[in-house]
């Protein structure tokens, strides 16, 4: 069975930092462009970094410099480090995987950061 698990939301004090998780299984990691989204309260869904099969890397302007996606093939496994948070950075944050070279694409169940004084 496929499956995304994204961990490492919280509580945090604007400012401070966390690390989430992507946590794959199911299919070849490796072969997948990885995507972190995020969705606020009355907002639409925001990309907010992809790392590719390549290692190839992008971010949205507004983390541009706070935050970084890196992954690690051998443990199947994609991370968002985020710094300097920001209150505006609360949402929920979902993991995306596709295929670089077929249309598979997958979700995971997100995980909630809260940016708050």
């Known amino acids: 069975q496929v499956q995304l698990v994204e961990s490492g939301g919280g509580l945090v004090q604007p400012g401070g930092s966390l690390r989430l998780s992507c946590a794959a299984s199911?299919?070849?990691?490796?072969?997948?462009?990885v995507s972190w989204y995020r969705q606020a309260p009355g907002k639409e869904r925001e990309l907010v970094a992809t790392?590719?099969?390549?290692?190839?890397?992008n971010y949205a302007g507004s983390v541009k410099g706070r935050f970084t996606i890196s992954r690690d093939n051998a443990r199947n496994t994609a991370y968002l480090q985020m710094i300097s948070l920001k209150p505006e950075d609360t949402a929920v944050y979902y993991c995306?995987?596709?295929?670089?070279?077929?249309?598979?694409?997958?979700w995971g169940q997100g995980t909630q950061v809260t940016v708050s004084s």
């Open positions: 995306n995987a596709r295929g670089a070279s077929n249309r598979r694409n997958y």
């Open positions: 199911g299919f070849t990691f490796s072969l997948y462009d």
């Open positions: 790392i590719t099969s390549a290692d190839g890397k």
